[in-house]
């Protein structure tokens, strides 16, 4: 792989000095916003307590939905943005490499520190996280679970797998779609996503 993935973060965070007056950050070809962890782990975790028991893996199947759509459209738009074009893809050297820019990109935004672990063209996509701050905000605040907690990070590996291996643009997203077999929350050392092709 030839991606630089400091040269990509470091890119972000320069260019995240610029704000506007609502504290939107104009970059990569979207907008985005500074978020408080713990503002968006409550809503995350309050909702799927809400909708505790029957309803409880609704819950989780909407939170990672969400997360699928908002990757696939956010890396859509970073991908064709001019800084995408003057920094990454000229270190982009086959297909798969999109995948090490994308999780770059994510690093930079703050998401955890993701490593792709593994990845079968057209088949799947493993990526390791291990300071996932869903993970980490779960056992803080709710404690030690059962089940995978990180539903933003699944639902975005998903996506990778979508934007790479779907339906064009933007018929592709939900082509792929994640699972955590390993998350803090639950007691695992590390929290890992593997996206594969959806069966439905
Ligand atoms: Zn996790």
New binding site residues.
């Given amino acids: 792989m030839a991606i630089d993935g400091s040269k990509i973060v470091h890119a972000v965070m320069e260019g995240s000095r610029i704000r506007e007056s609502k504290g939107i950050i104009p970059l990569f070809g979207v907008y985005l916003s500074i978020a408080s962890v713990q503002y968006y782990n409550t809503l995350s975790f309050e909702f799927e307590n809400k909708l505790r028991g029957e309803r409880a893996a609704e819950a989780e199947a909407l939170l990672v939905k969400a997360a699928q759509e908002c990757g696939y459209a956010t890396f859509q738009g970073i991908r064709n943005s001019w800084e995408w074009g003057e920094i990454v893809k000229p270190m982009i050297e086959t297909k798969e490499d999109q995948i090490e820019g994308f999780t770059a990109v994510s690093v930079a935004f703050g998401w955890g520190d993701l490593v792709v672990k593994e990845l079968i063209p057209h088949e799947k996509l493993v990526i390791r996280?291990t300071d996932?701050y869903?993970?980490r905000g779960h056992l803080e605040h709710y404690g030690m679970t059962e089940s995978?907690?990180?539903y933003m990070?699944r639902g975005v590996a998903g996506a990778f797998m979508d934007l790479l291996y779907g339906d064009d643009y933007p018929d592709g997203c939900f082509d792929y779609s994640a699972q955590?077999p390993f998350?803090?929350?639950k007691g695992d050392p590390y929290?890992e996503f593997v996206a594969r092709k959806s069966s439905d």
Avoid: D
């Fill in positions: 996280v996932s869903e993970a995978g907690k990180c990070l955590e998350c803090r929350a929290c």
